[in-house]
């Protein structure tokens, strides 16, 4: 049997156009969430602009959490679920639980920090997560499966976000410094750096976690 069989098994796939008109909403309520929380200004009434969705939509950046539970007559509230892993289809009764976009070259606005970052080498950023309210633990999951893909991992989110704040450090970034983003008046221009490097244990290293636990 599929994994997916299970209505409320969530996977992630990359969005297309198709999608552009379901994802708007997702941003919609993840701004009026931030504005509820007392964080109006990390992205204001409009950000992101749908001509940026659209870019990322187009660069292949923008990836979906979704599941496929919007046929079940009662969903729910924190069902049990296999980790959501890449998987391209679009389920019949699919639903977006999250949304997000993954860039790989060097994010120009992370060039000066106020403090620093952990190291200079090769990154994967993480920008725009939100989620859609139908679903928990969405931001979760989507660290939780990038941080199986990538072993550098970079992002940023608003001085009063404390929610993502949270959920960034109880999943192991450190908190870097702060950056300036583009001047814009709309919104705040002032986030918080973070920053996660898992690297592998190098042979010598590994050859002596072996002995050590051999010995023990």
């Not at 997702?26 to 969705?53: C, F, H, S």
Request: proline share 6%.
């Amino acid at each position: 049997m599929s994994r997916y069989a299970m209505e409320t098994a969530r996977w992630i796939r990359h969005a297309t156009m198709d999608d552009f008109e379901a994802i708007m909403p997702v941003y919609a309520y993840a701004r009026k969430r931030m504005a509820q929380t007392g964080n109006p200004r990390q992205w204001g009434d409009k950000y992101p602009l749908p001509e940026r969705i659209r870019e990322d939509i187009a660069g292949g950046h923008t990836m979906l959490l979704v599941d496929d539970a919007a046929g079940m007559d009662q969903i729910p509230e924190d069902p049990v679920y296999p980790e959501p892993e890449l998987d391209e289809h679009k389920g019949s009764h699919e639903r977006i639980i999250g949304v997000f976009a993954l860039f790989h070259d060097p994010e120009p606005d992370y060039r000066v920090i106020d403090g620093s970052w952990l190291d200079d080498q090769p990154y994967t950023t993480i920008h725009r997560v939100a989620a859609s309210g139908l679903g928990r633990h969405a931001a979760g999951d989507l660290l939780d499966w990038s941080m199986r893909r990538y072993e550098n991992i970079r992002a940023d989110t608003g001085l009063k976000n404390y929610a993502m704040q949270h959920i960034l450090e109880t999943h192991g970034f450190t908190r870097c410094g702060n950056i300036i983003m583009p001047e814009n008046k709309e919104i705040e221009n002032v986030r918080v750096a973070y920053q996660l490097h898992n690297r592998p244990l190098d042979l010598a290293e590994r050859e002596r976690e072996a002995k050590r636990l051999v010995a023990v």
